[in-house]
Nanobody, 128 residues
Framework: QVQLVESGGGLVQTGGSLRLSCAAS????????MGWFRQAPGQEREFVAG????????????YYVDSAKGRFTISRDNAANTVYLQMNSLKPEDTAVYYC?????????????????WGKGTLVTVSS
């Protein structure tokens, strides 16, 4: 049984930082691309960041939505079966439930429907 468990969400002021973690179990973690998505109230779930199977070394191993570039960093630890999202310079518009997801497919991670497994999410609230 595959489980993805997010942690690290919370309330932070504008300009603050948070580090989200996602612990995976029940799958061969290194075989999966991992991604972070978010969903704000009344909005569709959107891609935030992704990391390829082999790790996050080098710029080619990670990708981001434009609004996250320069502020967020995704990384993974295959030995610990964990993926992280370091979020800096947070803005009120970053407020959302953040979800971790995994996919073994080669199709684009920008489409949430291409992900195989999902966590239950962790709430991030950025106050102005």
């Amino acid at each position: 049984q595959v489980q993805l468990v997010e942690s690290g969400g919370g309330l932070v002021q504008t300009g603050g930082s948070l580090r989200l973690s996602c612990a995976a179990s029940g799958l061969t973690f290194s075989n999966y691309r991992m991604g972070w998505f978010r969903q704000a109230p009344g909005q569709e779930r959107e891609f935030v960041a992704g990391v390829r199977r082999g790790g996050s070394r080098g710029a080619s191993g990670t990708y981001y939505v434009d609004s996250a570039k320069g502020r967020f960093t995704i990384s993974r630890d295959n030995a610990a079966n964990t993926v992280y999202l370091q979020m800096n310079s947070l803005k009120p518009e970053d407020t959302a439930v953040y979800y971790c997801a995994a996919t073994s497919r080669s199709s684009t991670m920008y489409n949430p429907h291409n992900m195989d497994y999902w966590g239950k999410g962790t709430l991030v609230t950025v106050s102005s």
